[in-house]
């Protein structure tokens, strides 16, 4: 079974850090694409960053690029979310969702998130 | 403000069907890129209802349907049932930034 866990959300102040993980099983992690795509509450999903499967290929939303590193270890099944200079706009529940590609279309597979609050 | 627009609410009665539209562009659903379709369920992550524009994963119900048509796309939900009350969400690329997913604000489905 697909398992994808994030973890290490909380509360910090803006203009702090957090790092997100998320732990992968039940599948070959170093095959697949990843993102993270956040929640903030009430509101819509929005895509944060992705990573390819060999870290080759990034990218991020420009609400996030030069603030927020995305990386991940295949020897670990680790996916990771570096996040500086946090904002209050960046409260939201953070997921870690899988490339799920079926041909050639790839919709999300999704952890169940991790909650990042910012605020004084 | 999303990407892709959607309204914020839609509702009917158990039994009857409904449709959530989905409107991007030329830049992204008007590019040919696939529409994927969300189910949230209150206070759990999202899961795939709809992927590649009009495919349904095993396990989901032929009740729910898909399309897409130029610049838009569309869920359609035949005989509502209480358990489809959530909140859909649609999916898709846009060109204007390399590597990018774009989403709708989301729409929550109440079955009267």
């Known amino acids: ?120 | 403000q999303s990407v892709l627009t959607q309204p914020p609410s839609v509702s009917g009665a158990p039994g009857q069907r409904v449709t959530i539209s989905c409107t991007g562009s030329s830049s992204n659903i008007g590019a040919g890129y696939d529409v994927h379709w969300y189910q949230q369920l209150p206070g759990t992550a999202p899961k795939v209802l709809i992927y590649g524009n009009n495919y349904r994963p095993s396990g989901v119900p032929d009740r729910f349907s898909g399309s897409k048509s130029g610049t838009s796309a569309s869920l359609a939900i035949s005989g509502l049932q209480a358990e489809d009350e959530a909140d859909y969400h649609c999916q898709s690329h846009d060109s204007s930034l390399s590597g990018s997913k774009v989403f709708g604000g989301g729409t929550r489905l109440t079955v009267l």
């Open chain 1, 1 to 120: 079974e697909v398992q994808l866990v994030e973890s290490g959300g909380g509360l910090v102040k803006p203009g702090g850090s957090l790092r997100l993980s998320c732990a992968a099983s039940g599948f070959t992690f170093s095959s697949f694409n990843m993102n993270w795509v956040r929640q903030a509450p009430g509101k819509g999903l929005e895509w944060v960053s992705s990573i390819s499967s060999s870290s080759s290929s990034i990218y991020y939303a420009d609400s996030v690029k030069g603030r927020f590193t995305i990386s991940r270890d295949n020897a670990k099944n680790s996916l990771y979310l570096q996040m500086n200079s946090l904002r209050a706009e960046d409260t939201a529940v953070y997921y870690c969702a899988r490339d799920d590609c079926i041909r050639t279309t790839c919709p999300l597979t999704w952890g169940q998130g991790t909650l990042v609050t910012v605020s004084s």
